[in-house]
């Protein structure tokens, strides 16, 4: 008699994992790589294999700039964290020359300087982001190509031993953290691929799997170029981001708007809603859209397009405390105006029971054109007619005259 045995699924990924990768693309758009490499160190840390005495990883990411880089490690942080802030972002602009190697590791005693130099990287800031259920780190070497070689020096150890000496010789243990590496070579190599430079063939008309696997290519071609063998033999994996499509940008412009709501929300001055039309979204996507500068480009057209006119009509007061603007484009002024369809809603912050999340989700990405739940639409009132504070003030005129009378 055959005993049937199920076979053991090796792909399967544990509900912890499962969420994070689910939030992780929720923030991030594209780069499929990149949060694939982020998902398989969080479950083999989760899980208790990483190698002992090495960091959890070693990735470096190479792309142009606004592919996401950066925002690939702010947004696993605030996953993972609850801060986009909770991890140690060395700029790698700011040691160009050996010496100032010193603001990243200390002085050792005896030098000028040696108590007012405090390292940058310690066993206490590793520590900050640590929870009870998660004790990890990142840390972020951002355009690591514009370091000196004093730094690259520096990174063999960490990467291969997950140690650092400080100036005055405390030792750091790196074998809990995350070392990223940012890079922007290859960029304009890239760029140059995927706008089309000389010749009669454009990206347009090459198969899109070729022109990833171009790109990758060049990318990271460019990063052996400039690193030394030892030092690319050190990273466990090298991920590169591909410039954003038209129909990514749609969705980070989305998420954009998202924020601007949220930060909208946010203000003390007064809480309103708006919404995009369809119209005014491509018009930001076309004031937005450059593929040098990729998702940057798409930002600075939102904050002056639509965060500076909406911070006027705040400090103007033209807009108050619960209205709904619709933000559409006018084609013969080549330019966004700003309606206001609703009036005189009163949003009601304080209530019994606090269920703001749908309708906050409702009415972050720009789309909705309903209020939320929390949102009473009333007709307005003076001053006058509101009832101050009455009713607070009855109960304590009744205590003092019955004081009076006893």
């Avoid at 010193?102 to 310690?122: D, F, N, Q, W």
């Avoid at 982001?129 to 990142?138: M, Q, R």
């Avoid at 171009?214 to 090298?238: C, G, H, I, Q």
């Amino acid at each position: 008699m055959s005993e049937f045995i199920l076979p053991l699924d090796p792909n399967k990924r544990s509900t912890q994992t499962v969420d994070f990768q689910s939030a992780l693309r929720a923030k991030i758009v594209g780069q499929a790589e990149g949060v694939q490499a982020l998902v398989d160190l969080y479950q083999v840390f989760c899980a208790g294999l990483n190698s002992p005495g090495r960091p959890v990883g070693n990735l470096l990411f190479l792309g142009p700039t606004g592919s996401g880089k950066t925002r690939m490690v702010e947004a696993a942080a605030q996953i993972l964290f609850g801060d986009a802030k909770s991890i140690i972002k060395v700029d790698c602009a700011e040691f160009q020359h050996s010496h100032e190697i010193a603001k990243l590791i200390g002085s050792p005693p005896g030098y000028l300087g040696h108590r007012e130099t405090h390292p940058l990287i310690t066993q206490d800031a590793l520590s900050a982001s640590h929870t009870d259920k998660l004790k990890l780190s990142f840390l972020l070497f951002d355009e690591i190509e514009k370091a000196s070689d004093a730094l690259w020096q520096l990174l063999l150890g960490m990467l291969d031993k997950a140690t650092l000496t400080l100036g005055d010789n405390r030792k750091v243990d790196l074998s809990q953290t995350v070392i990223f590496l940012t890079s922007n070579l290859g960029g304009g190599e890239i760029s140059e691929l995927m706008q089309g430079g000389m010749g009669f063939i454009q990206p347009k008309d090459k198969p899109a799997d070729l022109l990833d696997e171009k790109v990758e290519r060049t990318a990271v071609e460019a990063a052996r170029r400039k690193f030394s063998p030892e030092f690319m033999n050190r990273l466990d994996k090298v991920v590169v981001f591909h410039p954003l499509q038209r129909q990514q940008l749609e969705e980070v412009l989305a998420i954009e708007l998202g924020h601007v709501q949220q930060r909208v929300l946010e203000t003390a001055k007064g809480q309103f809603l708006f919404r995009v039309t369809e119209p005014g979204r491509e018009f930001l996507l076309r004031e937005g859209t450059d593929q040098r500068y990729g998702a940057r480009h798409l930002k600075r057209a939102i904050e002056r397009h639509v965060v500076y006119p909406l911070a006027n009509l705040l400090a103007t007061e033209q807009v108050q405390l619960g209205d709904l603007v619709r933000i559409d484009w006018d084609g013969q002024h080549n330019g966004l105006t700003f309606v206001r369809e609703g009036e005189g809603a009163l949003v009601s912050t304080l209530t019994a029971e606090p269920q703001p999340e749908p309708a906050v989700v409702e009415a972050k990405d720009g789309r909705s054109t309903n209020a939320p739940a929390e949102v009473v639409v009333e007709p307005r009132k003076s001053r006058a007619a509101l009832p101050a504070a009455t009713p607070a003030a009855a109960p304590q005129a009744r205590k003092k005259q019955d004081r009076v009378n006893s």
